[in-house]
């Protein structure tokens, strides 16, 4: 166990971030998924700017990537042009 105030506060502020970054994670591939799965094109393309909006942030925040986060654009624009 940790003996300094500042590593207790690590500990707890770590697993916080920890936890949001979990969440936010998952709600993008969740998104990400229900673009992939949509079988009606203009209900994709409504979608798509909110997904790549919470990519962009998923990015930004460095829970992904860049590189990862700009091939997921780019595969997701391409998917929904070719419905």
Do not use: F
Not at 3 to 32: G, M, W
Request: net charge positive; proline share 1%.
């Amino acid at each position: 166990m940790a003996n300094h105030k500042s590593a207790l506060k690590r500990i707890r502020s770590n697993e916080k971030k920890r936890v949001l970054n979990k969440y936010q994670h998952k709600t993008t591939r969740n998104a990400i998924k229900g673009i992939r799965t949509a079988s009606d094109k203009s209900e994709a393309t409504e979608k798509l700017p909110l997904v790549i909006s919470m990519i962009d942030k998923l990015a930004k925040k460095n829970i992904i990537h860049d590189n990862k986060a700009s091939n997921l654009k780019s595969k997701l624009t391409k998917h929904v042009a070719a419905l």
